[in-house]
C-alpha cells in the first residue's frame, strides 16, 4: 500500500470526513446527514415513549374502572381483600369489624425437616396442632396455611427463627367483640371475607356485585346490645334449670317491627365459628318450625270477634269432650260451667277454641292465618327463613286442632309478629333488623278487638296460666302455650314444645315478648309439670324485670311520682296511659 496517498487524519478526527473527502463529499454535507439520522432516532424514540405511556394508562384506567389491584403475597406483606362495612347495635355499640392480623404459611418444598419446624413453631404457637402442621409441612404444595391471627410476639418470635420457608402475610379479619351474645342475628365470615351466616350473609346478598360499603360505612341494626345480653342471660340460665334441649327468645317494638333482641340456643363463639363444627349455627327464630299450642287460641278469638261470629255474652259448654269424627278433644285445665270468649282464652280451653273455630267458614278461617302470615315465610330482610307447615286437609278436624296450635307448625318469629298485631291495635308490621323511620303496617283485626284482646291476656295473667309471668310495677300481658312434639306420625306425651307470648306494659303494650323451651323437663318445685306455666312464663318474667329498665319504661308508681314532680298534665296522661317515657 502506498501510504504516502492517504489523508492524516488527526486526534480525535471523523473517518468519514476522510472517506466523504475520497468520494468528493464536502464536510457540511457529511454533517447535515448525521443530524438528520439523529432526527429519525428521536423521532422513533418519542413515538415509542408515547405507545408505552398510552398502555400504560389504559392498564391503569381499566384496574381503577373494575376495581382490580394487584395481586401479590411476600413474606411479612399484606394482602389485599374486600372491604365489609362495620355492624353495630342501634346506639353504636361495634357488633362486628374488620381488623388487619398475621398468617402463619410455609412452602414445604423448602423444609428438609418438618418435625423439626414443627417442635419450634409449638413452642410459639401452644395451640397449634402438631401432628396436621407435620402432615402439611411434609407434603410438596407450594404453600400450605398453619395458624391465623397470630399476636405480635409471636410473629417476632417466628421471625427470629430465620426460616425463609416460614411466610408471614398481614390478612384482614373480622373480629366479633360480642361473640356469642349475638352470633346468630350478626354471624360470621369466611377466611376470604365473605358472608356465611347472617347479617354478613345478608350483607352480600344486599349487593352480589362489588362491596356493600366502604371501609368507613355502618350497617346499624335495631338491636339493643344490653337488651340482647340480658335476654340471653336469663334465657340461658332457665334452660339449664329447666334441662331444655334448645331455647329462643326475641323481643320487638310492637308498633313498628324492629327487633330489639333475638336469641337462640344452642349458640357460638362468632370469632371462632367452627369450633364444634356446625353445632350452634342453626337458628330456631327464623330456622325452626314448631307447633306451639294455646298460644293459636288469642288469633282464634280474634278471627271470631274481629268477623262477628260470636256475640260478647256468648257462654260455650266445655264440661263434656267434643267429638269431631272419630276423635275427641278435650281440656288440659277443665273448668266447671260454659266460658264466654274471654275466659276460653284465660283459663285455655281446647273444646271451647275448636267451637269458635267451627263458626267460622273455613274459606275464611284459612284465610285470616294467611292475613297474619303463618302460612307463608315472614316478609324479613334475613338468610335462612322457613316456611310453615300447614295441615294438608282443611276439614272440621283439622281447622278444630288447628285453633289451639296442634297440626300447624311456625316458627317463632311468626307467633311473635302475629302476636304484636293483635295487641298494638290491630295492626301488622314486618319485622326489621335496622329501624324503622316510617312504620307502614297492614290493618288485620280492629282497635276494639285488639283492645279486648288485651283484656283477655291480662287476665291470663292475673287469673289464668301465665299468672308466673307478672312484674311487679309494669303490668304483664301474654299467653301461654305447650303442645306434645310430633314423632313419626303420632305425638310424643314425654317432648314438650312450651312457649309464652307476651307484652308490656300492659295499659299500653310498647314491646312484645316471646320465649320458648324445646323439651324441658319437670324440676324440683314444678310438681310433675313441665309445662310454659311452669317454665316460658316465669323467664318472661325474669327477662322483663332485666330489660324494662333499660328500655326506659318506668313502673307504674315511678310514673306518676315524675309526672307529679314536673308538674306536667301531659306527662300524667302519658303515666296514666301509655305506660312511661321509651328509649329511641
Same mark, same amino acid.
Given at each position: 500500500?502506498?501510504?504516502?496517498?492517504?489523508?492524516?487524519?488527526?486526534? @480525535?478526527?471523523?473517518?468519514?470526513?476522510?472517506?466523504?473527502?475520497?468520494?468528493?463529499?464536502?464536510?457540511?454535507?457529511?454533517?447535515?446527514?448525521?443530524?438528520?439520522?439523529? /432526527?429519525?432516532?428521536?423521532?422513533?424514540?418519542?413515538?415509542?415513549?408515547?405507545?408505552?405511556?398510552?398502555?400504560?394508562t389504559?392498564?391503569?384506567?381499566?384496574?381503577t374502572?373494575?376495581?382490580?389491584? $394487584?395481586?401479590?403475597?411476600?413474606?411479612?406483606?399484606? #394482602?389485599?381483600?374486600?372491604?365489609?362495612?362495620?355492624? #353495630?347495635?342501634?346506639?353504636?355499640?361495634?357488633?362486628?369489624?374488620?381488623?388487619?392480623?398475621?398468617?402463619?404459611?410455609?412452602?414445604?418444598?423448602?423444609?428438609?425437616?418438618?418435625?423439626?419446624?414443627?417442635?419450634?413453631?409449638?413452642?410459639?404457637?401452644?395451640?397449634?396442632? *402438631?401432628?396436621?402442621?407435620?402432615?402439611?409441612?411434609?407434603?410438596?404444595?407450594?404453600?400450605?396455611?398453619?395458624?391465623?391471627?397470630?399476636?405480635?410476639?409471636?410473629?417476632?418470635?417466628?421471625?427470629?427463627? @430465620?426460616n425463609?420457608a416460614?411466610?408471614?402475610?398481614?390478612?384482614?379479619? =373480622?373480629?366479633?367483640?360480642?361473640?356469642?351474645?349475638?352470633?346468630?342475628?350478626?354471624?360470621?365470615?369466611?377466611?376470604?371475607?365473605?358472608?356465611?351466616?347472617?347479617?354478613?350473609?345478608?350483607?352480600?346478598?344486599?349487593?352480589?356485585?362489588?362491596?356493600?360499603?366502604?371501609?368507613?360505612?355502618?350497617?346499624?341494626? &335495631?338491636?339493643?346490645?344490653?337488651?340482647?345480653?340480658?335476654? /340471653?342471660?336469663? !334465657?340461658?340460665?332457665?334452660?339449664?334449670?329447666?334441662?331444655?334441649?334448645?331455647?329462643?327468645?326475641?323481643?320487638?317494638?310492637?308498633?313498628?317491627?324492629?327487633? +330489639?333482641? &333475638?336469641?337462640?340456643?344452642?349458640?357460638?363463639?362468632?370469632?371462632r365459628?367452627?369450633?364444634?363444627?356446625?353445632?350452634?349455627?342453626?337458628?330456631?327464630?327464623?330456622?325452626?318450625?314448631?307447633?306451639?299450642?294455646?298460644i293459636?287460641?288469642?288469633?282464634?278469638?280474634?278471627?271470631a270477634?274481629?268477623?262477628g261470629?260470636? *256475640?260478647?255474652?256468648?257462654?260455650?259448654?266445655?264440661?263434656?269432650?267434643?267429638?269431631?269424627?272419630?276423635?275427641?278433644?278435650?281440656?288440659?285445665? $277443665?273448668? *266447671?260451667?260454659? !266460658?264466654s270468649?274471654?275466659?276460653i282464652?284465660?283459663?285455655?280451653?281446647?273444646?271451647?277454641?275448636?267451637?269458635?273455630?267451627? /263458626?267460622?267458614?273455613?274459606?275464611?278461617?284459612?284465610?285470616?292465618?294467611?292475613?297474619?302470615?303463618? #302460612?307463608?315465610?315472614?316478609?324479613?330482610?334475613?338468610?335462612?327463613?322457613?316456611?310453615?307447615?300447614?295441615?294438608?286437609?282443611?276439614?272440621?278436624?283439622? =281447622?278444630?286442632?288447628?285453633?289451639?296450635?296442634?297440626?300447624?307448625?311456625?316458627?317463632?318469629?311468626?307467633? !311473635?309478629?302475629? %302476636?304484636?298485631?293483635?295487641?298494638?291495635? @290491630?295492626?301488622?308490621?314486618?319485622?326489621?333488623?335496622?329501624?324503622?323511620?316510617?312504620?307502614v303496617?297492614? /290493618?288485620? +283485626?280492629?282497635?276494639?278487638?285488639?283492645?279486648?284482646?288485651?283484656?283477655?291476656?291480662?287476665?291470663?295473667?292475673?287469673?289464668?296460666? %301465665?299468672?308466673s309471668? *307478672?312484674?311487679? @310495677?309494669?303490668?304483664?300481658?301474654?299467653?301461654?302455650?305447650?303442645?306434645?312434639?310430633?314423632?313419626?306420625?303420632?305425638?310424643?306425651?314425654?317432648?314438650?314444645?312450651?312457649?309464652?307470648?307476651?307484652?308490656? $306494659?300492659?295499659?299500653s303494650?310498647?314491646?312484645?315478648?316471646?320465649?320458648?323451651?324445646?323439651?324441658?323437663?319437670?324440676?324440683?318445685?314444678?310438681?310433675?309439670?313441665?309445662?310454659?306455666?311452669?317454665?316460658?312464663?316465669?323467664?318472661?318474667?325474669?327477662?322483663?324485670e =332485666?330489660?324494662?329498665?333499660i328500655?326506659?319504661?318506668?313502673?307504674?308508681?315511678?310514673?306518676?311520682?315524675?309526672?307529679? +314532680?314536673?308538674?306536667?298534665?301531659?306527662?300524667?296522661?302519658?303515666?296514666? #296511659?301509655?305506660?312511661?317515657?321509651?328509649?329511641?
Amino acid at each position: 500500500m502506498n501510504r504516502n496517498k492517504l489523508p492524516v487524519v488527526r486526534a @480525535g478526527g471523523d473517518w468519514a470526513a476522510v472517506l466523504g473527502h475520497r468520494l468528493g463529499h464536502h464536510s457540511t454535507d457529511l454533517a447535515h446527514h448525521a443530524a438528520e439520522q439523529t /432526527r429519525q432516532r428521536l423521532r422513533l424514540a418519542l413515538v415509542a415513549f408515547v405507545a408505552l405511556f398510552c398502555v400504560l394508562t389504559a392498564r391503569l384506567t381499566y384496574l381503577t374502572m373494575m376495581g382490580e389491584g $394487584p395481586s401479590f403475597s411476600i413474606s411479612a406483606g399484606a #394482602t389485599d381483600a374486600q372491604t365489609r362495612p362495620i355492624i #353495630t347495635d342501634r346506639h353504636g355499640v361495634v357488633l362486628a369489624t374488620q381488623i388487619t392480623t398475621t398468617t402463619l404459611g410455609a412452602n414445604p418444598r423448602e423444609i428438609t425437616d418438618a418435625t423439626r419446624v414443627v417442635v419450634q413453631l409449638k413452642d410459639i404457637l401452644p395451640d397449634l396442632a *402438631e401432628a396436621r402442621a407435620t402432615r402439611l409441612l411434609s407434603g410438596n404444595s407450594a404453600y400450605v396455611k398453619l395458624a391465623s391471627r397470630l399476636t405480635p410476639d409471636q410473629r417476632m418470635a417466628i421471625l427470629n427463627l @430465620g426460616n425463609p420457608a416460614l411466610k408471614l402475610r398481614n390478612q384482614p379479619s =373480622r373480629v366479633y367483640p360480642t361473640s356469642k351474645v349475638a352470633s346468630h342475628i350478626v354471624g360470621f365470615t369466611s377466611s376470604d371475607m365473605r358472608g356465611l351466616l347472617g347479617l354478613e350473609l345478608l350483607i352480600d346478598q344486599l349487593d352480589d356485585e362489588a362491596p356493600y360499603a366502604p371501609r368507613n360505612e355502618v350497617f346499624e341494626t &335495631s338491636l339493643d346490645i344490653r337488651v340482647q345480653h340480658a335476654v /340471653r342471660d336469663e !334465657l340461658y340460665a332457665a334452660m339449664v334449670k329447666h334441662k331444655a334441649s334448645k331455647a329462643a327468645a326475641m323481643v320487638m317494638d310492637a308498633h313498628n317491627g324492629e327487633i +330489639i333482641a &333475638s336469641v337462640s340456643l344452642p349458640d357460638f363463639d362468632a370469632n371462632r365459628p367452627m369450633a364444634d363444627g356446625n353445632e350452634g349455627h342453626f337458628n330456631m327464630v327464623t330456622q325452626g318450625v314448631y307447633e306451639l299450642g294455646s298460644i293459636f287460641k288469642i288469633f282464634t278469638a280474634a278471627m271470631a270477634i274481629d268477623g262477628g261470629y260470636v *256475640e260478647a255474652d256468648k257462654l260455650f259448654d266445655v264440661d263434656e269432650v267434643l267429638k269431631i269424627g272419630g276423635n275427641e278433644i278435650s281440656d288440659d285445665h $277443665p273448668q *266447671e260451667g260454659p !266460658l264466654s270468649v274471654d275466659g276460653i282464652v284465660t283459663y285455655s280451653s281446647n273444646i271451647g277454641s275448636a267451637k269458635l273455630a267451627l /263458626r267460622v267458614p273455613d274459606e275464611e278461617h284459612f284465610a285470616f292465618l294467611q292475613k297474619l302470615g303463618l #302460612t307463608d315465610p315472614v316478609d324479613f330482610s334475613f338468610p335462612a327463613r322457613q316456611t310453615p307447615i300447614a295441615p294438608s286437609r282443611w276439614t272440621d278436624i283439622e =281447622r278444630a286442632t288447628a285453633s289451639y296450635g296442634h297440626g300447624i307448625a311456625v316458627t317463632p318469629l311468626h307467633a !311473635l309478629v302475629a %302476636g304484636a298485631a293483635m295487641i298494638n291495635g @290491630g295492626v301488622l308490621y314486618p319485622p326489621s333488623l335496622q329501624k324503622v323511620s316510617m312504620p307502614v303496617g297492614q /290493618r288485620v +283485626i280492629s282497635g276494639e278487638t285488639s283492645t279486648r284482646l288485651r283484656r283477655m291476656l291480662r287476665n291470663v295473667v292475673e287469673l289464668g296460666t %301465665g299468672k308466673s309471668a *307478672e312484674v311487679k @310495677g309494669y303490668g304483664v300481658l301474654g299467653k301461654t302455650g305447650s303442645a306434645d312434639k310430633p314423632n313419626n306420625g303420632s305425638y310424643d306425651e314425654n317432648a314438650l314444645t312450651t312457649s309464652f307470648i307476651g307484652g308490656f $306494659p300492659a295499659a299500653s303494650p310498647r314491646y312484645v315478648t316471646f320465649v320458648m323451651f324445646d323439651e324441658p323437663a319437670a324440676i324440683e318445685g314444678s310438681f310433675g309439670y313441665a309445662t310454659a306455666g311452669w317454665n316460658a312464663a316465669p323467664t318472661t318474667r325474669d327477662i322483663v324485670e =332485666r330489660i324494662a329498665p333499660i328500655l326506659g319504661v318506668l313502673p307504674k308508681n315511678e310514673q306518676v311520682k315524675e309526672a307529679f +314532680i314536673n308538674r306536667s298534665p301531659a306527662k300524667l296522661l302519658a303515666a296514666e #296511659t301509655q305506660g312511661g317515657s321509651y328509649a329511641p
